[in-house]
């Protein structure tokens, strides 16, 4: 079978290629980017019957024809290949002996200025700039120079294009001075390729109205079945079409492919002209179905972004299994836009969901979620951090509360501090929410406090520095179980250390103070003045995604540093280390580095998440007794708990404890 596509990119330009093309293909039409019925619902929004009509670089499509057929009698189709205007005035001289048919190249037109009302491009300009070679771009410069010469003032250039990038920025360097320039989105033409079992492309139809001058760049986009949306320039449109051509690239590998290898893809959706993304879509598959004929969208309520089973890849690995469907689309509302309900969001959504489906599904899609509404999320205050950058209060109600949480935007989906709140009534018999001090936002935070019991059960006021405040949550939480202790909390942003007291009701006192201050100058001063602590916890947030390490910032562990903290010990001291890293040969090398300068390390590996509480002291201890201690201590706080809410269940269940308690390798 003789092949009719071009041997490179380059050749779509050249006459001989094309005269080579339409004698291969004889009276077989070729149409670029969709037939007539695909494309005729925007054509004849732009194209009015009396206009003037030029179809450049006609080649044989029908779309000529098919317009002529419409009552559309104006019209001349031009091309530079003399082949295939002479089959197309035999095919046309019986019935249609008006529509005319002449061999021109469109870069030197013979018409006069102002001729046409519209100028009608079905893949010319595509083909004319293969590339962005000099030659090439000055040959596509006279081209549009050339249409610009022939419409009138008001005509319409109508270029139906894939919209390469340097195909785009063409039409807008050479049109928007004195152009109007909107691109529609021709997503009939893509619905039947996919109908066709092809690889539909994003094709677009570029409408350039012409004027005698334009104050500033019009530039507008229409989307599948949206409204006109006016961008504020052109480099927005730029940004546009390259989203939805690689969005497109992804729902065509879905449509055919498998990502259960990949673990899981993920995209942002956007409102045309907003900046920010209304959804994130994550598209799972089940690794050991050959194919993918069931298919299912979740939808995660507003403020259950931030659990586990939505938050990391784990738990949506997790949840695509017990939903046993072949592909799961898992989807979070994001923050910052506005959500009427749980079947507004479905319906605007459906589209956008549908696109995602495999090749062979059989069943209806079905909505799935945690409930009948898609939760709640109240901004409480917006602020800015120097160091951390935005950041948002907000509180979310669950069924099983109401929460508030302190959330960095450069991180949504992590939680920096959380507080579940309570309603308690006032002197003056009003009701108001005030942050419940027994609760336990972060689990790392309950085998951080029961090992800091453990190092204080022979000095229940000892001295503690904790590393780290954030909403202090932390330090909230050991003042209800270590009443007597002595607490420096340090924090080095000041804007930080006002929310947790403004919004997360940390109250400061003779046994509770802040210093704003780098933690590792804290201590480094610290052994300098020989100050000595009964316990050191570090609980700090890493900032750099680079480093493979979530907790603590690199400094933090760097040997001459980690010595620093162990000269600031007293000799039953205990350092307690949050720390979290996914690479685990970065995690081998800072217990390798502990171990070096601590007679003791131990560790708690936190079931189902990432957090490792590492236990290190000075001088050395007999693991078997050490380990007994712990589990005392947690008697000791469930007994408290109890104690003061008996509705409460234990924090600990000592078995579980002990058992994930180990000398740290």
């Known amino acids: 079978m003789t092949t009719l596509l071009p041997k490179s990119h380059q050749e779509f330009s050249k006459a001989n290629y094309w005269n080579t093309f339409f004698k291969k293909r004889g009276k077989k039409t070729f149409e670029w980017y969709g037939e007539f019925p695909d494309l005729s619902s925007h054509l004849l929004k732009y194209i009015k019957p009396n206009d003037n009509v030029v179809i450049v670089g006609c080649g044989n499509s029908t779309l000529g024809m098919d317009l002529y057929d419409n009552n559309y009698k104006n019209i001349i189709n031009i091309d530079l290949s003399q082949v295939v205007i002479k089959q197309m005035l035999e095919m046309n001289k019986v019935k249609r002996p008006d529509l005319i048919f002449e061999a021109m190249d469109a870069t030197k037109m013979t018409y006069s200025d102002g001729k046409f009302s519209v100028v009608l491009d079905k893949g010319t300009l595509d083909a004319l700039m293969s590339d962005t070679n000099e030659s090439t771009i000055a040959s596509t410069t006279k081209y549009l120079n050339e249409i610009k010469r022939v419409l009138k003032n008001n005509g319409r250039y109508i270029c139906i294009s894939l919209l390469q990038e340097h195909i785009l920025k063409t039409i807008i360097e050479n049109c928007s001075s004195n152009c109007a320039i909107r691109a529609i989105r021709c997503h009939e033409t893509e619905l039947k390729a996919k109908e066709q079992d092809e690889s539909p492309m994003p094709v677009f139809m570029v409408v350039a109205t012409k004027f005698i001058k334009l104050p500033q760049p019009i530039v507008e986009i229409v989307l599948t079945d949206g409204p006109l949306v006016r961008l504020s320039n052109p480099e927005e449109l730029i940004n546009s079409i390259i989203s939805i051509q690689e969005s497109a690239s992804l729902c065509n590998n879905l449509y055919k492919s498998c990502v259960a290898n990949e673990g899981e893809v993920s995209l942002d959706l956007y409102k045309p002209g907003d900046k920010e993304p209304r959804y994130t879509v994550y598209i799972l598959d089940q690794l050991l179905t050959k194919e993918r004929k069931t298919y299912a969208c979740f939808i995660v309520p507003q403020g259950r972004?931030?659990?586990?089973?939505?938050?990391?890849?784990?738990?949506?690995?997790?949840?695509?299994?017990?939903?046993?469907?072949?592909r799961l689309a898992i989807v979070i509302l994001r923050r910052g836009q506005i959500f009427e309900n749980l079947n507004t969001v479905k319906k605007e959504l459906a589209d956008s969901i549908k696109s995602f489906a495999p090749a062979a599904l059989k069943n209806q899609i079905?909505?799935?979620?945690?409930?009948?509404?898609?939760?709640?999320?109240?901004?409480?205050?917006?602020?800015?951090?120097?160091?951390?950058?935005?950041?948002?209060?907000?509180?979310?109600?669950?069924?099983?509360?109401?929460?508030?949480?302190?959330?960095?935007?450069?991180?949504?989906?992590?939680?920096?501090?959380?507080?579940?709140?309570?309603?308690?009534?006032?002197?003056?018999?009003?009701?108001?929410?005030?942050?419940?001090?027994?609760?336990?936002?972060?689990?790392?935070?309950?085998?951080?406090?029961?090992?800091?019991?453990t190092a204080l059960q022979t000095n229940d006021n000892g001295e503690i520095v904790i590393i780290g405040l954030g909403g202090g949550g932390l330090c909230t939480f050991i003042r209800q179980y270590m009443s007597r202790a002595n607490i420096t909390a340090v924090e080095i942003d000041p804007t930080i250390f006002k929310v947790a007291t403004d919004y997360f009701d940390l109250v400061l006192d003779d046994k509770l103070k802040v210093e704003i201050t780098d933690g590792t100058v804290y201590l480094q001063n610290s052994a300098k003045?020989?100050?000595?602590?009964?316990?050191?916890?570090?609980?700090?947030?890493?900032?750099?995604?680079?480093?493979?390490?979530?907790?603590?910032?690199k400094v933090f562990i760097e040997p001459a540093f980690l010595?620093?903290?162990?000269?600031?010990?007293?000799?039953?001291?205990?350092?307690?280390?949050?720390?979290?890293?996914?690479?685990?040969?970065?995690?081998?090398?800072?217990?390798?580095?502990?171990?070096?300068?601590?007679?003791?390390?131990?560790?708690?590996?936190?079931l189902d998440d990432v957090n490792e509480i590492v236990f290190c002291a000075k001088n050395e201890k007999d693991f078997k007794e050490w380990r007994n201690s712990v589990a005392e201590s947690a008697k000791s706080i469930n007994s408290q708990v109890k104690a003061k809410k008996p509705e409460a269940d234990n924090f600990f269940e000592i078995t579980s404890l002990l058992s994930n308690l180990s000398i740290a390798s």
């Open 305 to 326: 972004e931030m659990d586990w089973l939505f938050r990391t890849k784990e738990g949506r690995q997790q949840l695509s299994k017990s939903v046993q469907y072949d």
């Open 366 to 453: 079905p909505f799935l979620s945690l409930g009948k509404d898609i939760g709640t999320r109240k901004i409480l205050y917006e602020g800015n951090s120097n160091i951390s950058g935005p950041f948002v209060i907000e509180e979310n109600e669950t069924e099983n509360g109401v929460y508030r949480r302190l959330v960095f935007l450069n991180n949504q989906f992590v939680i920096q501090s959380e507080a579940k709140l309570k309603q308690v009534t006032t002197r003056r018999k009003k009701s108001k929410y005030i942050v419940d001090p027994h609760f336990v936002a972060c689990d790392h935070h309950l085998y951080m406090t029961v090992g800091l019991k």
């Open 529 to 553: 003045e020989g100050k000595k602590f009964d316990a050191i916890l570090f609980d700090v947030d890493n900032k750099d995604p680079s480093v493979g390490m979530s907790c603590p910032p």
């Open 563 to 606: 010595k620093t903290v162990e000269t600031c010990l007293s000799d039953n001291g205990l350092f307690i280390l949050n720390l979290v890293a996914r690479n685990e040969t970065l995690r081998n090398e800072v217990i390798s580095d502990l171990k070096k300068i601590y007679k003791f390390v131990a560790t708690y590996k936190l």
